[in-house]
Each structure stands twice: as C-alpha cells, then as structure tokens.
C-alpha cells in the first residue's frame, strides 16, 4: 500500500505538470528492492510537484510582477488514492512477479477487490503469495461446485478444464473475502484483474459466487473488458 501511494502521488504530480508542459518527465531512477522503488516514486512526485511550483509562478508572474515563491513540496501526500492498477503492480514489485501489459501469460494473474472497506488481493495457485489455505478453501469449493453442478464441472477427472477456474486469481479473491467463499451475501464487490478472463472463469465463477453469499461481483479484466455476475449468471458478460 506504500508503494501503491507513491505510485499514485507521483502519477498524479506529473499529470499536473505535463498540463503545462506536456515535454516533461522526471529523472530516471535505479531500484532493486520495494522500499527503494517507494523511494524513486516519492522522489518523482517531489521533482513534479517542484517543476509545477516553478512553471506556475512563471506563469502568473510574467506580467503581474515578480514570480511567485514556490509552495513548498508536500512530503508523502498524495493527490489521490492509489487506483487498483497501482496496488496491482506494487504487488508485483513486492513479490517479484513479472509485469504484465494484459492477456494471459505464465506471469501469473492478480486480483484486487475491496469488500466492506477492505483491502483483498487475490493470486494464482502458482504465484507467490498463494497459501496453503487458499489451496484447501479451493478444493472445497470445487467438491462443492461437481456435487451440484456435475453439468458444468468435469466430474471423470477433478483437474480438467473448467474446474481449474477454482485456483486463479479471481476465485482466489472471492474466497479470501469471504473466509472460505460462505459470507458475502448482500455485497457489491468490485473487482480488478490484470489478465484477461478466462473461458474456465467464464463458465464457474458466477457459480462460485452463488455459493458465496451470491454478492453482485463487477469485474474489470486485464483487456478492460466488464463482467457483472449475480444470481449465478453473467449479467455483463465481457463487454469493453
């Protein structure tokens, strides 16, 4: 969450200024570890936050006088709050899983959501970070979903497609909300996924849901595509 606020602080400082010079950008930084990227980005936020207090007292002083006294930067404040994407890729950072420009990849998958004010980050059964908790709450699930819905899970063998859907990202952050997927009723969760959903997510999630408290889940995919589940079905299926 550190990370992701610098990110946002420094994002945001430099938009201000490339509205009054769209050429700017700040200076580069090497970083190897999440507290020196923390450092690079607060950094970046000061250098922007000091170029706009020079470009705007230029601006109002050319013809009313002498420049204006620079404002003083504001150490670790923030223009606004870190948006999923930034707490997605601090995540990344922080665990050392490559980077992602969307799609699917063996880069692994993460899931951000906030349910009832809180932070829930969701991953998948290869990336760091995925328990063995997490694993047994998936498995359960899964027994769940083949014992009722034996038409759409495959039933001969339990690791075929689409039962794999129970270990990705986005199953992932609905039973870590809901402590094992059975408290979530009456919710408006949305969600945020770097990679694009997958046909297995598309046939089981909405069931995972169901049998989750059937909360309504609005998804955005890592192609900024919408997906809206409840009652079971898609509502929204996949619309950009």
């Not at 606020?5 to 580069?28: C, F």
């Not at 930084?29 to 250098?47: H, K, P, V």
């Not at 993460?110 to 059964?125: H, R, Y």
């Not at 998936?138 to 083949?146: E, F, N, S």
């Amino acid at each position: 969450m550190r990370l992701a606020n610098a990110t946002a602080w420094a994002r945001n400082a430099a938009q201000r200024v490339r509205e009054i010079d769209p050429t700017w950008h700040p200076r580069r930084s090497l970083t190897e570890t999440a507290e020196g990227e923390i450092r690079a980005r607060e950094a970046e936020a000061r250098e922007a936050e000091q170029r706009l207090a020079e470009l705007t007292a230029a601006r109002f002083g050319d013809n009313q006088g002498p420049p204006l006294e620079a404002p003083p930067p504001r150490h670790g404040s923030s223009l606004a709050p870190p948006s999923s994407s930034d707490i997605i890729s601090a995540y990344r950072v922080i665990t050392g899983m490559p980077d992602t420009a969307g799609g699917r990849s063996s880069n692994g998958t993460v899931a951000f959501a906030l349910v009832d004010g809180k932070p829930v980050i969701g991953v998948n059964s290869n990336a760091p970070g995925y328990t063995t908790s997490d694993e047994a709450a998936a498995r359960a699930m899964r027994g769940l979903l083949v014992e009722r819905y034996p038409k759409v899970m495959a039933t001969d063998n339990l690791g075929y497609m689409p039962n794999d859907a129970l270990f990705h990202a986005e199953a992932n952050a609905l039973l870590r909300a809901g402590e094992g997927g059975r408290y979530l009723g009456g919710r408006t969760i949305e969600m945020r996924v770097d990679r694009r959903l997958c046909d297995s997510c598309d046939e089981v999630l909405p069931l995972v849901g169901l049998l989750s408290g059937n909360p309504t889940v609005r998804i955005i995919d890592g192609s900024g595509a919408v997906w809206i589940m409840r009652d079971g079905v898609w509502i929204t299926r996949g619309r950009p």
